[in-house]
Each structure stands twice: as structure tokens, then as C-alpha cells.
């Protein structure tokens, strides 16, 4: 019982970890889509005229419902739900994952290691802009815990905990849970080929459950995928234009596929041998994702965008950095130089030297996360529920906005905001950051986005990100340009301080400043709505 106590503080020490390095975010970044539209199912008098909630709110369920539904239960816990919804599923996907890697490497401060790694300095490294943890709580955290559980219960071959486990990730993130259920799938195929039919029965049964119940949902998602026709070269240039490192192999950096690549290799060599189950994985991972780069890259065709496959590649990164330590183990132990035994403190049964280091180098991250929530560090922030962090000058602005500005009012705001939304709890024209998944909203965005900064995909500078080119954009605004927009249901504006234009002020802090777009003589009242 000692023994199991200390490894769940191992689990609990580890995520503390990761939030100390990696900070937590509530409100903005991803939370721009999600947490907006929990707002809205909340209360569906918020967000009138927002162009992304709207779009969400007119097809649903959509890929968002599920979560977001569940979410909008919560009332005034939300930021405590979310939270501990991100611990639990963290939490879960380190326990899932550690176990996996037991089935390899005997060690299990070499399985710590192996997380460590694909946690730590390989989360840098990824094909499709994917990982398999977000430092905040959306649809493919809970998926890929699910998932990753998904994959244990299939290498045990218990097949009903796996086809429960699929069918709840795909509802919750179609794609990854989709994605996971592939890939186990093929692993079962591989691993019990050699067996005949009998083998494979149990397999088969669960997937022809999961498949009954995911394709009817998976249909009506991607019926409103297509649900208007846009061209598919306007739809490729709309992807290269805001979401390419997702999507587009050859945008996803020279120095991933050099890093990843080789370390795919080494997985696919060791797992020939140790495991046909994982083998199959590789081979369900990499087989279409050549068929995926020869359409999307020889033939520049988007016909395959909607299985977005390169996020497949998560789970061949976890499963290759067991591989090389697997290797590395029995090379240690052949050599009689691997002395790590005694760091094995979350299985010693008393309270050691190390156990004592470990809870209190964790109390002392938890305490430095809490008196510094705006980080030590770069832009690492830690917006815990318990936290005081909503000075951020852009959570402020927002508070203060949702105060003075009225509920029906339109904003535009500099491409990299994310979080004015969420506090805010009003309307915008258009974001950067948030993109609806079917064909017909992306080109109303790519317009709207052309509309308010000027940018499209002749013009786009892929040497930095879209979010920074946009702010650029935005600023040289001028307010000829501003008024020139107002025909389009815009009423106010969130600027940075530094952007100075002839409107009454709203509201203001020392980054922010909001402009009511109007002019003396120019009546807000007879703004039209927005188109």
C-alpha cells in the first residue's frame, strides 16, 4: 500500500512539474473557441453577434458540443472544473502511459525518463503542431487520456474497456479518438494476424460496436464539414494561410522531420522485434501518412485535410522514446554500469531521503506558482482558480469592458488577443485565432479577415506567426480605416495603448485602451448589425 501511495505522489510531483514549466492557462489561447461557446450554451443572449459562437451555434451538435455542453453545467465552478478536469486527465494520461512503458523497460526510473523526455525537451518537436499535453483543459486532453488508456487496454487485448474507451474520445475530440481507435485497431490486427479468425473475433466485435456508434455521429459532423461548396484551391490556400503547420507537410520545419523522423526509425526497428502490437501502430501511422503527403503535397489537393493525420505522430513519439530506452536499459544493465536502483523511492516502503526531496521540491513549486501567478519567466503564466492573476492587462481590459460596453456591442481587437472574449463576454467581428471546422465558415473568415487587417495568403509573411503579422497589421490602421468597417456592424475597438486614434475612450489600462467607433455628429445608434 506504501509502495502504491508513493508512486501516486511520483504522478501528482510530475504533473506539478509540468505545471511549473509549462504554466496553465484559463480564458485565452485555446479557450478562445471552447470557453466562449460554454459562455454561450450558459447563457445564449451572450455573444449576438460573434462571428465564431454564431457559426458554432448554427450547427449542433458540432465538434465542440460535447465538452462544451458538459462544461456550461458547471455554472460559477468553471474555473475550478476545468482545472481539476486538466489534473484528472493529466493524471491519467501519465498513469496510462507509465504503465505502457512498463510492458518495456523494466526500470521504472528509466519509464519516469521516458516521460520525462517526451513531456520535457521533446514537447518542442512535433509533426502537425500536435503534442500530447496542452498546459490548459480542451476536447483532446480528455481525448488523448482516454486514448492513451485505450492503447493499454487493446495491448491486453480486453477489448470492451477499449471499444468504451474509443467511443467516448472520438465524441469528445472526433479526430483524436477516431485516431486512437485506427491505430489500436490495426496494433489488434497485427498482433493477432498470426492467430486466424478466432483471434481476431473479440477485436472485431468491439470495433463493430464503436464503428455503430461513432459513424452515424461522424457522418453529421462531416456532412456540415461540406456543407457548402468552396473550391478546393481556395480551401488549400485558406489552410496555408492560417493553420498550414497543422496541415501541410512542408510547413512543418525542416528540423522536426530531421529530429523525428530518425527516432521514428529507431521505434519502428525495435518494435519489429519486441512487439507486433506497436509494429501495427507504426504501420497504421505511417502507411496512410504517405498517401496523406502525396495527395496533399504532389497533387496540392485538400481532399484528406479532415482526417488531419500528421496528428497521429503523438503517439509514435511516445512509443519510440520508450524504444531508445528500452535500448538503453539493456545496454546499461549488459555494461554493469547502471546504478539507478537507488533513486526507486516511490516504491520504498518508508519515507526516504529522496521521498523527502521529492514533496518538498513539489511544495516549493506549488508555493512559487502561487505568489508569482504572471511567471518568472517568459510568458509563462500559472491562472489556477486560486490564483491571483486577473491583473493581466488584458483580463482587465476585458472586466472592464463586459462593465461599460453593451451587451450587443462588436469588437475588433489585434490578431495575438485571445483571452478579451472569454472576459469580456462580448462579440467580435472577427479572430485570428478562432476558426470554425467547416469549409463554408473558413471562407467567410478568410473574407473577414481580409476586411479588418488586410491580410491574405499573397501577402502572408511565413516567416513569422499569423498572430504577430496581424497585430502588425492592425496597428497601421488608421482611423479612416476603422470608420470604413463600421458599415459592418463593428461598434468598438480594443487597441494597444500605443495606437492612437481620434474615437471617445471606453475604457483603459497600461496596455490597453477601447475606442467606442464613432465620431462627433455619428450617431452608434445607427450602426447597422453585422453581416
Request: net charge positive; hydrophobic share 50%.
Amino acid at each position: 500500500m506504501k509502495a502504491q501511495i508513493n508512486h501516486y505522489w511520483a504522478l501528482v510531483s510530475f504533473y506539478v512539474a509540468l505545471l511549473f514549466f509549462r504554466g496553465y492557462t484559463f480564458g485565452g489561447s485555446d479557450h478562445v473557441d471552447l470557453l466562449s461557446y460554454t459562455r454561450y450554451l450558459m447563457q445564449p443572449d451572450l455573444y449576438p453577434h460573434d462571428f465564431f459562437v454564431q457559426q458554432l451555434a448554427e450547427r449542433t451538435p458540432n465538434e465542440r458540443t460535447a465538452l462544451a455542453w458538459l462544461l456550461a453545467q458547471t455554472g460559477n465552478l468553471l474555473e475550478w472544473v476545468c482545472f481539476l478536469l486538466h489534473a484528472t486527465a493529466t493524471l491519467a494520461l501519465l498513469a496510462a502511459l507509465y504503465r505502457i512503458a512498463g510492458l518495456f523497460i523494466q526500470r521504472s526510473v528509466l519509464r519516469w525518463a521516458a516521460l520525462f523526455i517526451l513531456f520535457f525537451p521533446l514537447s518542442f518537436f512535433n509533426l502537425g503542431g500536435n503534442d500530447v499535453y496542452y498546459n490548459l483543459l480542451i476536447n483532446s486532453s480528455l481525448a488523448k487520456a482516454l486514448g492513451a488508456w485505450a492503447f493499454w487496454y487493446a495491448l491486453q487485448r480486453q477489448w470492451a474497456g477499449w471499444a468504451a474507451l474509443c467511443t467516448v474520445a472520438a465524441v469528445l475530440h472526433p479526430v483524436a479518438g477516431s485516431q486512437v481507435f485506427l491505430l489500436s485497431a490495426a496494433g489488434g490486427v497485427a498482433s493477432g494476424w498470426s492467430g486466424g479468425i478466432r483471434a481476431l473475433r473479440g477485436l472485431g466485435m468491439a470495433a463493430t460496436a464503436v464503428l455503430a456508434a461513432l459513424i452515424p455521429y461522424g457522418g453529421w459532423l462531416f456532412s456540415h464539414y461540406n456543407s457548402a461548396h468552396v473550391s478546393p484551391d481556395l480551401l488549400y490556400e485558406i489552410v496555408d494561410f492560417r493553420i498550414a503547420h497543422h496541415f501541410i507537410p512542408a510547413r512543418m520545419g525542416s528540423i522536426n522531420y530531421g529530429l523525428l523522423v530518425p527516432l521514428f526509425t529507431v521505434g519502428c526497428l525495435f518494435f519489429w522485434q519486441k512487439s507486433r502490437f506497436v509494429l501495427g501502430v507504426f504501420a497504421g501511422s505511417l502507411l496512410p501518412l504517405l498517401v496523406y503527403i502525396a495527395v496533399t503535397e504532389g497533387l496540392h489537393s485538400p481532399a484528406l485535410f479532415a482526417t488531419q493525420w500528421f496528428k497521429t505522430t503523438i503517439w509514435l513519439k511516445f512509443f519510440s522514446v520508450v524504444a531508445v530506452v528500452a535500448f538503453m536499459e539493456r545496454f546499461l544493465t549488459k555494461k554493469e554500469i547502471y546504478q539507478f536502483q537507488r533513486w526507486r523511492f516511490w516504491e520504498k516502503r518508508h519515507l526516504s531521503l529522496e521521498n523527502s526531496i521529492l514533496i518538498v521540491a513539489t511544495a516549493a513549486l506549488m508555493a512559487i506558482m502561487y505568489v508569482y501567478p504572471q511567471g518568472l519567466v517568459g510568458k509563462r503564466t500559472y491562472q489556477f482558480p486560486f490564483s491571483h492573476w486577473k491583473n493581466d492587462p488584458e483580463v482587465d481590459i476585458a472586466q472592464q469592458a463586459a462593465q461599460l460596453t453593451p451587451p450587443d456591442a462588436v469588437f475588433l481587437q489585434p490578431g495575438s488577443v485571445s483571452a478579451f472574449k472569454y472576459f469580456s463576454q462580448r462579440s467580435s467581428y472577427v479572430d485570428i485565432k478562432a476558426v470554425v471546422h467547416h469549409q463554408a465558415g473558413m471562407a467567410a473568415w478568410y473574407e473577414r479577415v481580409g476586411k479588418v487587417y488586410g491580410l491574405h495568403h499573397a501577402n502572408r509573411d511565413f516567416g513569422q506567426s499569423l498572430y504577430a503579422q496581424s497585430d502588425a497589421a492592425f496597428g497601421q490602421l488608421t482611423a479612416r480605416d476603422f470608420l470604413a468597417l463600421r458599415p459592418l456592424g463593428v461598434t468598438h475597438i480594443l487597441a494597444y495603448r500605443s495606437q492612437v486614434l481620434p474615437f471617445p475612450v471606453v475604457a483603459q489600462n497600461d496596455v490597453f485602451v477601447i475606442y467606442r467607433l464613432t465620431l462627433p455628429g455619428l450617431s452608434l445608434a445607427k450602426a447597422p448589425q453585422p453581416e
